[in-house]
């Protein structure tokens, strides 16, 4: 979430679907503490968050991911190969 873009106050805050925070730190650490889904449709909570064991660029480098779809996570569902049916009775 860019706050006051373009401005000497713009800043970014980090947020699921409710409350915003100015860092990922503080963001995991509320949804933890307070139990709180972190997203309603879906009722999913953060019950044990644990750090990157290496930088982003590390895993960027090691799976080929450069940004744009799919990014670090891996192929989204939109850019992934279709699954070939099988051919029943062959």
Do not use: M, W
């Given at each position: 979430?860019?706050i006051?873009p373009?401005?000497?106050?713009e800043r970014?805050q980090?947020?699921?679907?409710?409350?915003?925070?100015?860092?990922?730190?503080d963001?995991?650490t509320f949804?933890v503490?307070s139990?709180?889904?972190i997203?309603?449709?879906?009722?999913?909570?953060?019950q044990?968050?644990?750090n990157?064991?290496?930088p982003?660029?590390?895993?960027?480098?090691k799976?080929g991911q450069?940004?744009?779809?799919g990014?670090?996570?891996?192929?989204s569902?939109l850019?992934s190969p279709?699954?070939?049916?099988s051919s029943?009775g062959?």
């Amino acid at each position: 979430l860019l706050i006051q873009p373009e401005t000497v106050y713009e800043r970014v805050q980090y947020q699921f679907e409710d409350d915003a925070y100015d860092t990922v730190p503080d963001l995991i650490t509320f949804y933890v503490g307070s139990g709180k889904s972190i997203s309603a449709a879906s009722g999913a909570r953060i019950q044990f968050p644990c750090n990157r064991l290496y930088p982003l660029s590390f895993y960027a480098s090691k799976y080929g991911q450069h940004g744009g779809i799919g990014g670090i996570r891996g192929p989204s569902p939109l850019n992934s190969p279709s699954p070939v049916p099988s051919s029943p009775g062959f």
